[in-house]
């Protein structure tokens, strides 16, 4: 059975607030669910870690909360579909875990503004041009919360699943060796394949470009 975080041996932007058995469809054994909650705005965040101990630096995947995605089966983004590949990864890797961050819908900007921004898609922006037609930022998401998760779990080195180069610099920046980055692709559909050729071009995701 994992450790229970109970103190922490750094500066932190988290508490850990309890720890609990999870039974999911992805592992025979369940998984154990960590909660934390952040010091700076009260979000609470999930750290979920697979049965086993790794061998070495575990599997990692850091994902931000997507409700249209994660919990609708939007096919606009591709976030759900990764949420589903990345725990099947993680159940099959000892000791793997999933970093569920809360509070970065639409990469930040909120579940109301991210549909105001998908109105502008729908007229022909990509995510970066409505994103600042509506005065929001690119991506406003910030990962301290998942490097100050993973040592409090007492993981300094990962394994990261990830296309998003932004993610792992942010990891090293809070004292998180990132030895490894495995991608995490997932197959385009009519729906989203203009939306992951933007994260491919503007934020340099490691993803295939459409033609042209």
Same mark, same amino acid.
């Given at each position: 059975?994992?450790?229970?975080?109970?103190?922490?041996?750094?500066?932190?932007?988290?508490?850990?607030?309890?720890?609990?058995?999870?039974?999911?469809?992805?592992?025979?054994?369940?998984?154990?669910?960590?909660?934390?909650?952040?010091?700076?705005?009260?979000? @609470?965040?999930?750290?979920? *870690?697979?049965?086993?101990?790794?061998?070495?630096?575990?599997?990692?995947? *850091?994902?931000? @909360?997507? =409700?249209?995605?994660?919990?609708? %089966?939007?096919?606009?983004?591709?976030?759900?579909?990764? $949420?589903?590949?990345?725990?099947?990864?993680?159940?099959?890797?000892?000791? #793997?875990?999933?970093?569920?961050?809360?509070?970065?819908? %639409?990469? %930040?900007?909120?579940?109301?503004?991210?549909?105001?921004?998908?109105?502008?898609? !729908?007229?022909?922006? !990509?995510?970066?041009?409505? +994103?600042?037609?509506? %005065?929001?930022? @690119?991506?406003?998401?910030?990962?301290?919360?998942?490097?100050?998760?993973?040592?409090? =779990?007492?993981?300094?080195?990962?394994?990261? $699943?990830? &296309? +998003?180069? !932004?993610?792992?610099?942010?990891?090293?920046?809070?004292?998180? @060796?990132?030895?490894? *980055?495995?991608?995490?692709?997932?197959?385009? &559909?009519?729906? +989203?394949?203009?939306? =992951? !050729?933007?994260?491919?071009?503007?934020? #340099?995701?490691? =993803?295939?470009?459409?033609?042209?």
């Amino acid at each position: 059975m994992q450790a229970v975080p109970v103190a922490f041996a750094r500066p932190t932007t988290v508490d850990f607030i309890a720890v609990a058995d999870l039974p999911t469809v992805y592992s025979a054994t369940p998984l154990r669910a960590h909660s934390f909650r952040s010091r700076l705005d009260g979000v @609470e965040h999930l750290a979920l *870690v697979t049965p086993g101990i790794a061998e070495g630096a575990p599997l990692v995947r *850091v994902h931000s @909360e997507c =409700l249209t995605g994660d919990a609708l %089966g939007s096919l606009r983004c591709d976030c759900g579909p990764q $949420l589903q590949e990345s725990m099947r990864r993680l159940a099959a890797s000892p000791g #793997g875990v999933l970093i569920y961050l809360r509070g970065h819908e %639409g990469r %930040g900007i909120g579940l109301a503004n991210k549909m105001r921004a998908y109105a502008l898609q !729908d007229k022909g922006m !990509d995510t970066v041009e409505a +994103n600042r037609a509506l %005065g929001l930022p @690119e991506d406003a998401r910030d990962y301290a919360a998942a490097a100050h998760m993973l040592h409090a =779990l007492g993981h300094h080195q990962v394994r990261l $699943l990830s &296309n +998003n180069p !932004d993610k792992a610099a942010a990891l090293r920046r809070h004292g998180i @060796e990132v030895v490894q *980055v495995e991608p995490l692709v997932i197959a385009a &559909n009519p729906f +989203n394949a203009h939306y =992951l !050729d933007t994260k491919a071009r503007k934020f #340099g995701h490691a =993803l295939p470009l459409l033609p042209g």
